[in-house]
């Protein structure tokens, strides 16, 4: 058999490619639409009977499997438009099989369903009725990657009457609602977490007043959360440090002007100058003043957007507790204050001169609240909180004891020590916030 | 002289069917699925690291965030006909303080029912009197004068003097001793007129209405000795926007009509989402994860694991209609899970496996059509004893297919939207205009290249001369901004292969200045899908000295014809040729030398010669495997 001769063109795989046979492509659908149903019929068992959650388990794995069955069945016949109807059959049995507390399945044997309905009358129709209906399906999904492109603030009217009417539940469903504007308007800074654990483990017995063990929480770790070659589980870390950076900057807006200022009165009666002013015994509380170069001084405070003060500042707070606890007991009696340190980077003016990017002083950390394991945030009139909290350069002299050339005002805060004492602390020891863990240090 | 003639022009729609539904060779789809694949694996497998931190029951998100968000979050549109209707909604404020401050006051006004709600109503009694004044500056000083009150005792005289009667007197210390003072003009002067000038009646109307709100108030626990969350209630009134304030008191009227569950719940779902679930437009997300429903960690891990083993089966192309579609649901599972782990890497996967789903893409370079030549092979012979054209066309390269082309087509036009959006909106920035854009992301000190010293001071000392530094960061914006906006016309030009390249090397820089690796490695692989077939096709194929096997069977013999097709199926490089022997008792292989081989022997001279099994010639140190080959393609 000479297989270097002339080849044929061969218009369709069927030309070469036998066909699986339809019964046999039957029978294994209705293998698939029998498991779906013995879900079902499992469901009916568990709503009469006791503890269901044995039964729940298998009516899962029976829909998974009948569901996959016939999946396999349809790609084997995919030309036959009762293949789809099985399809269809298997997907609304699917739906009634599952528990119900596998709903969100239920929204994907839904369009499982549908999809399924979709295929059965393409095949039902002439290839002229099926041009004319896969391409409005088209229009339809490239005019939702339009509006979804077109959706960030501050958007036409037109797109948002379809964004949030017509297309939101689509795209979303298929995760494709990103408008793609990358770095966009402008490469922001990034963020990194530092939660200061703070667990009580006894009373003293001379003051009578709580002890607490302390413990520093850095995220992303470097480079220990670097735990993949390409560094995906790191990026995907700062992508978690980068939620909690959406907020709204500054106090200059229209509105709430009784409670800005409050906000601003209260943090600025925390400031050393004016403690000094009002000449105010402050010795039990802390005093930090606003940082020196980040003017005008209403910039440091940033609300963060109602979302992440609502639940993800909560969350993360929550999981810190519980993930660096030995067990619920400890959980139940530690809290957790958070801040973000925006990182900003070297302008080149400042490159150029050798600074160090890794410098304390290129970091702004906002404080963000102190959080029980349940998430609570402890005192929303935290005189600090969304302030930021300085870390201050400074030259130390030549018969300075403290060789640290800045105060980090953080670990003031976060602490309750004095800035003196935070400055002749050493940073190994965990008490005060060690600033050399945020360098690479295991190459540099 | 003849003229040159133009050829007449296509109907539109036939230019439209032409674009979209012209059968294509599915090779490259195939060759995106397994660059795709690969990439969809590791990214997966760098998930078992952390399925507990991101996925579960106590994660960064953790399930009860998650489980809240997917039933109740809230999505609203603009009023579509009216252009009247304000698009507000109650809204509570966003400092914490003032929030718990203001929900406290909600939480405490008295119960009540749709049958019984005059309690509720006496309480808002004075604050719907306040917004009923047209002059909003009227509302802000109605309520400051409730809010001046700071006592019991403060909150009597100020109403005593509402009522036209003489405050008690007090007893003042003055230089000349103790002097009974009247007080009443003072209480008096603070008296907002629009109150002094109501009828006697309505002045105790207004009395009473300011004592039952002045109770509740009263009777709050605010939780410090200033109580100053009562200032916050005031406040957040006097501050929220008109329409905002109306939407807020109608959502606070409204709750009377409801009954004390239904209060409960709006008054939580007012202070988790911040708004009236009864306007929204729906609540709740169309999301799907099997996290959401799975937490116990140990089943965690077997589905994770699981789920590789599709994506790697989704990857080789085994039953590749059924593990795409597994494959997609999988991954999007995790996407929906913990949105806040993501970043546009996961986008561009997504997309990926979207459209690969839609397209046959196991239909090349793949075990799926390693079983189709094999079915196709055995067809044949089965036949004719032979291999026909059509199975000899089938064989040499996979046919044409409408839906491949399709999904590529699909998957070129959404890459354009991706870059003229990712361009365009470049353009808002001044930071692209002067090009510190290029510097800052060089220079952020998170990205994981500024571990290395080195590039720092390769940073360094491009900063040395002025011009070097500002000649590069504006090349390299034009250059990112060119790309962008310029790629999805020239894309469809002569210049394809040009922009393909830049876009390649945009992407490639990209890759290593920040270290987004994956994410770039992705948008390169959809690059990939404006490569033309043969491009691909070609590179995969063997070169012209490849060995020349025959493969001697008996074609009456059915174990024969099938070991046959087999040899035929894995033989990709049209190495092999057929002999039909109808004498002979076994199969048996034979290089260019004519030395024929069998069982054990003929395997290890199969895998030799043919250069699919070369490359693979390692799986047969797999146990089983050797034996298994053996057994098929040399069967006694």
């Given at each position: 058999?000479?297989?270097?001769?002339?080849?044929?063109?061969?218009?369709?795989?069927?030309?070469?490619?036998?066909?699986?046979?339809?019964?046999a492509?039957?029978?294994?659908?209705?293998?698939?639409?029998?498991?779906?149903?013995?879900?079902?019929?499992?469901?009916?068992?568990a709503?009469?009977?006791?503890?269901?959650?044995?039964l729940?388990?298998?009516?899962?794995?029976?829909?998974?499997?009948?569901?996959?069955?016939t999946?396999?069945?349809?790609?084997?016949?995919?030309?036959?438009?009762?293949?789809?109807?099985?399809?269809?059959?298997?997907?609304?049995?699917?739906?009634?099989?599952?528990?119900?507390?596998?709903?969100?399945?239920?929204?994907l044997?839904?369009?499982?369903?549908?999809?399924?309905?979709f295929?059965?009358?393409?095949?039902?129709?002439?290839?002229?009725?099926?041009?004319?209906?896969?391409?409005?399906?088209?229009?339809?999904?490239?005019v939702?990657?339009?509006?979804?492109?077109?959706?960030?603030?501050?958007?036409?009217?037109?797109?948002?009457?379809?964004?949030?009417?017509?297309?939101?539940?689509?795209?979303?469903?298929?995760?494709?609602?990103?408008?793609?504007?990358?770095y966009?308007?402008?490469?922001?800074?990034?963020?990194?977490?530092?939660f200061?654990?703070?667990?009580?483990?006894?009373?003293?017995?001379?003051?009578?007043r709580?002890?607490?063990?302390?413990?520093?929480?850095?995220?992303?770790r470097?480079?220990?959360?670097?735990?993949?070659?390409l560094?995906?589980?790191?990026?995907?870390?700062?992508?978690?440090?980068?939620?909690?950076?959406?907020?709204?900057?500054?106090?200059?807006?229209?509105?709430?002007?009784?409670?800005?200022?409050?906000?601003?009165?209260?943090?600025?009666?925390?400031?050393?100058?004016?403690?000094?002013?009002?000449?105010?015994?402050?010795?039990?509380?802390?005093?930090?003043?606003?940082?020196?170069?980040?003017?005008?001084?209403?910039?440091?405070?940033?609300?963060?957007?109602?979302?992440v003060?609502?639940?993800?500042?909560?969350?993360?707070?929550?999981?810190?507790?519980?993930?660096?606890?030995?067990?619920k007991?400890?959980?139940?009696?530690?809290?957790?204050?958070?801040?973000?340190?925006?990182h900003?980077?070297?302008?080149?003016?400042?490159?150029?001169?050798?600074?160090?990017?890794?410098?304390?002083?290129?970091?702004?950390?906002?404080?963000?609240?102190?959080?029980?394991a349940?998430?609570?945030?402890?005192?929303?009139?935290?005189?600090?909180?969304?302030?930021?909290?300085?870390?201050?350069?400074r030259?130390?002299?030549?018969?300075?004891?403290?060789k640290?050339?800045?105060?980090?005002?953080?670990?003031?805060h976060a602490?309750?020590?004095?800035?003196?004492?935070?400055?002749?602390?050493?940073?190994?020891?965990?008490?005060?916030?060690?600033?050399?863990?945020?360098?690479?240090?295991?190459?540099? | 002289?003849?003229?040159?003639?133009?050829?007449?022009?296509?109907?539109?729609?036939?230019?439209?069917?032409?674009?979209?539904?012209?059968?294509?060779?599915p090779?490259?789809?195939?060759?995106?699925?397994?660059?795709?694949?690969?990439?969809?694996?590791?990214?997966?497998?760098?998930?078992?690291?952390?399925?507990?931190?991101?996925?579960?029951?106590?994660?960064?998100?953790?399930?009860?965030?998650?489980?809240?968000?997917?039933?109740?979050?809230?999505?609203?549109?603009?009023?579509?006909?009216?252009?009247?209707?304000?698009?507000?909604?109650?809204?509570?404020?966003?400092?914490?303080?003032?929030?718990?401050?203001f929900m406290?006051?909600l939480?405490?006004?008295?119960?009540?029912?749709?049958?019984?709600?005059?309690?509720?109503?006496?309480?808002?009694a004075?604050?719907?009197?306040?917004?009923?004044?047209?002059?909003?500056?009227?509302?802000?000083?109605a309520?400051?004068?409730?809010q001046?009150?700071?006592?019991?005792?403060?909150?009597?005289?100020?109403?005593?003097?509402?009522?036209?009667?003489?405050?008690?007197?007090?007893?003042?210390?003055?230089?000349?001793?103790?002097?009974?003072?009247?007080?009443?003009?003072?209480?008096?002067?603070?008296?907002?007129?629009?109150?002094?000038?109501?009828?006697?009646?309505?002045?105790?109307?207004?009395?009473?209405?300011?004592?039952?709100?002045?109770?509740?108030?009263?009777?709050?626990?605010?939780?410090?000795?200033?109580?100053?969350?009562?200032?916050?209630?005031?406040?957040h009134?006097?501050e929220?926007?008109?329409?905002?304030?109306?939407?807020?008191?109608?959502?606070?009227?409204?709750?009377?009509?409801?009954?004390?569950?239904?209060?409960?719940?709006?008054?939580?779902?007012?202070?988790?989402?911040?708004?009236d679930?009864?306007?929204?437009?729906?609540?709740?997300?169309?999301?799907f994860?099997?996290?959401?429903?799975?937490?116990?960690?140990?089943?965690?891990?077997?589905?994770?694991?699981?789920?590789?083993?599709?994506?790697?089966?989704?990857?080789?192309?085994?039953?590749?209609?059924?593990?795409?579609?597994?494959?997609?649901?999988?991954c999007?599972?995790?996407?929906?899970?913990?949105?806040?782990?993501?970043?546009?890497?996961?986008?561009?996967?997504?997309?990926?496996?979207?459209?690969?789903?839609?397209?046959?893409?196991?239909?090349?370079?793949?075990?799926d059509?390693?079983?189709?030549?094999?079915?196709?092979?055995?067809?044949?012979?089965?036949?004719?004893?032979?291999?026909?054209?059509?199975?000899?066309?089938?064989?040499?390269?996979?046919?044409?297919?409408?839906?491949?082309?399709?999904?590529?087509?699909?998957?070129?036009?959404?890459?354009?939207?991706?870059?003229?959006?990712?361009?365009?909106?470049?353009?808002k920035?001044?930071?692209?205009?002067?090009?510190?854009?290029?510097?800052?992301?060089?220079?952020?000190?998170?990205?994981?290249?500024?571990?290395?010293?080195?590039?720092?001071?390769?940073l360094?000392?491009?900063?040395?001369?002025?011009?070097?530094?500002?000649?590069?960061?504006?090349?390299?914006?034009?250059?990112?901004?060119?790309?962008?906006?310029?790629?999805?016309?020239?894309?469809?030009?002569?210049?394809?292969?040009?922009?393909?390249?830049?876009?390649?090397?945009?992407?490639a820089?990209?890759?290593?200045?920040?270290?987004?690796?994956?994410?770039?490695?992705?948008?390169?692989?959809?690059?990939l899908?404006?490569?033309?077939?043969?491009?691909?096709?070609d590179?995969?194929?063997?070169?012209?000295?490849?060995?020349k096997?025959?493969?001697?069977?008996?074609?009456?013999?059915?174990?024969?014809?099938?070991?046959?097709?087999?040899?035929?199926?894995?033989?990709?490089?049209?190495?092999?040729?057929?002999?039909?022997?109808?004498?002979?008792?076994?199969?048996?292989?034979?290089?260019?030398?004519?030395?024929?081989?069998?069982?054990?022997?003929?395997?290890?001279?199969?895998?030799?010669?043919?250069?699919?099994?070369?490359?693979l010639?390692?799986?047969?140190w797999?146990?089983?495997?050797?034996?298994?080959?053996?057994?098929?393609?040399?069967?006694?």
């Amino acid at each position: 058999m000479d297989r270097d001769a002339p080849l044929a063109s061969p218009t369709s795989p069927a030309d070469a490619v036998p066909l699986y046979d339809a019964r046999a492509s039957r029978n294994i659908a209705f293998i698939g639409l029998g498991l779906c149903g013995a879900a079902v019929l499992l469901g009916v068992v568990a709503a009469f009977g006791g503890d269901s959650t044995p039964l729940n388990s298998m009516r899962v794995a029976l829909v998974f499997i009948g569901m996959v069955t016939t999946g396999a069945a349809i790609s084997m016949r995919p030309d036959l438009w009762w293949m789809w109807g099985l399809g269809v059959a298997a997907s609304t049995l699917g739906f009634f099989g599952l528990s119900p507390d596998w709903d969100s399945f239920h929204a994907l044997l839904l369009v499982m369903a549908g999809v399924s309905v979709f295929a059965m009358l393409l095949r039902l129709s002439s290839l002229r009725w099926r041009i004319v209906i896969i391409s409005a399906m088209l229009m339809f999904h490239f005019v939702g990657i339009f509006s979804a492109v077109t959706s960030p603030p501050t958007s036409p009217w037109l797109t948002d009457q379809a964004f949030t009417r017509v297309y939101n539940p689509y795209l979303q469903f298929i995760y494709m609602r990103n408008a793609y504007h990358f770095y966009s308007p402008e490469p922001g800074p990034a963020s990194i977490l530092a939660f200061l654990l703070k667990t009580e483990t006894g009373t003293d017995p001379t003051t009578g007043r709580a002890r607490y063990k302390t413990e520093w929480i850095v995220m992303p770790r470097k480079p220990i959360d670097v735990r993949d070659p390409l560094g995906l589980s790191y990026y995907r870390r700062l992508s978690l440090t980068e939620q909690l950076a959406r907020g709204n900057a500054g106090l200059a807006m229209p509105n709430d002007q009784f409670e800005k200022t409050d906000v601003w009165y209260r943090r600025n009666s925390r400031t050393p100058d004016a403690a000094s002013r009002r000449e105010l015994d402050r010795s039990e509380a802390i005093q930090i003043p606003f940082h020196p170069t980040e003017v005008p001084t209403i910039r440091q405070y940033k609300l963060p957007n109602a979302d992440v003060a609502r639940f993800i500042l909560p969350s993360y707070a929550s999981h810190v507790i519980l993930d660096f606890t030995p067990d619920k007991e400890a959980a139940a009696k530690t809290t957790v204050k958070v801040y973000r340190l925006e990182h900003q980077a070297l302008p080149v003016d400042q490159f150029r001169l050798g600074l160090n990017p890794f410098h304390p002083g290129t970091y702004r950390p906002y404080f963000l609240g102190e959080y029980d394991a349940r998430g609570n945030l402890l005192n929303p009139q935290e005189d600090f909180l969304y302030w930021m909290l300085p870390v201050v350069p400074r030259t130390p002299g030549p018969g300075d004891p403290n060789k640290k050339g800045y105060i980090d005002y953080m670990s003031v805060h976060a602490t309750g020590m004095k800035p003196e004492e935070v400055l002749a602390a050493d940073e190994k020891d965990g008490q005060v916030f060690d600033w050399n863990q945020l360098r690479w240090s295991s190459l540099r | 002289m003849s003229t040159p003639t133009t050829p007449p022009a296509r109907p539109w729609w036939r230019g439209w069917t032409d674009f979209w539904f012209t059968p294509g060779d599915p090779t490259t789809i195939a060759f995106v699925r397994i660059s795709t694949g690969l990439l969809v694996l590791y990214i997966h497998l760098a998930y078992s690291f952390d399925l507990q931190a991101f996925f579960g029951k106590h994660a960064w998100y953790a399930s009860a965030f998650v489980e809240r968000e997917r039933h109740e979050s809230p999505s609203y549109a603009q009023p579509f006909w009216a252009w009247d209707q304000p698009f507000a909604f109650p809204r509570l404020p966003d400092y914490p303080h003032r929030r718990q401050a203001f929900m406290k006051f909600l939480r405490a006004l008295p119960e009540s029912s749709p049958t019984d709600t005059s309690a509720r109503v006496a309480a808002l009694a004075y604050i719907n009197r306040a917004y009923s004044f047209q002059n909003p500056g009227e509302f802000n000083h109605a309520l400051a004068y409730v809010q001046q009150m700071p006592s019991r005792t403060e909150m009597e005289r100020y109403l005593t003097a509402l009522a036209g009667n003489k405050v008690e007197t007090i007893t003042e210390i003055t230089g000349d001793g103790p002097k009974k003072v009247d007080i009443s003009e003072s209480y008096k002067a603070n008296t907002p007129d629009f109150y002094a000038n109501l009828s006697t009646d309505e002045r105790a109307k207004v009395a009473n209405e300011v004592r039952t709100l002045w109770n509740l108030l009263d009777g709050i626990a605010w939780g410090d000795a200033e109580r100053r969350g009562r200032n916050y209630v005031f406040n957040h009134l006097v501050e929220i926007p008109p329409d905002g304030r109306k939407a807020l008191l109608d959502f606070v009227n409204s709750l009377t009509k409801e009954n004390a569950a239904e209060q409960k719940r709006l008054l939580d779902y007012l202070e988790y989402w911040n708004n009236d679930p009864r306007v929204a437009l729906r609540t709740g997300s169309n999301i799907f994860s099997i996290w959401f429903h799975i937490t116990d960690p140990t089943q965690m891990a077997l589905v994770h694991a699981a789920v590789c083993v599709v994506i790697l089966m989704f990857t080789l192309g085994l039953f590749t209609r059924v593990t795409s579609v597994l494959v997609w649901i999988a991954c999007v599972g995790y996407i929906h899970r913990t949105q806040q782990v993501l970043f546009g890497m996961d986008t561009m996967m997504n997309i990926l496996l979207f459209y690969l789903m839609i397209g046959n893409s196991g239909a090349a370079l793949s075990l799926d059509r390693l079983i189709a030549r094999f079915r196709a092979s055995r067809a044949s012979l089965a036949r004719s004893g032979t291999i026909d054209a059509n199975t000899r066309a089938f064989l040499a390269c996979p046919p044409p297919s409408v839906n491949a082309a399709f999904a590529m087509r699909l998957l070129q036009v959404h890459f354009c939207f991706i870059y003229m959006a990712a361009g365009l909106s470049k353009l808002k920035g001044p930071a692209w205009w002067d090009g510190r854009a290029f510097w800052d992301v060089v220079v952020n000190p998170e990205f994981t290249l500024m571990q290395y010293t080195l590039y720092e001071e390769a940073l360094r000392a491009v900063t040395k001369l002025k011009p070097v530094y500002y000649v590069t960061i504006s090349f390299a914006v034009w250059f990112t901004l060119f790309i962008e906006i310029a790629t999805p016309f020239l894309l469809w030009t002569r210049l394809r292969w040009v922009v393909i390249f830049l876009a390649t090397a945009m992407h490639a820089i990209i890759g290593v200045l920040m270290g987004l690796n994956l994410f770039e490695l992705l948008m390169v692989v959809m690059l990939l899908a404006f490569l033309p077939d043969r491009v691909i096709r070609d590179r995969f194929r063997g070169g012209p000295g490849l060995a020349k096997l025959t493969f001697a069977f008996n074609p009456a013999n059915a174990a024969h014809t099938r070991a046959a097709s087999l040899a035929l199926a894995l033989d990709i490089d049209n190495q092999i040729t057929l002999v039909p022997d109808k004498a002979a008792t076994a199969t048996s292989v034979a290089s260019a030398d004519g030395k024929a081989a069998t069982g054990t022997e003929g395997t290890a001279a199969f895998t030799r010669g043919l250069r699919l099994l070369s490359m693979l010639s390692w799986l047969l140190w797999v146990p089983g495997v050797r034996a298994l080959l053996t057994r098929r393609l040399f069967p006694r």
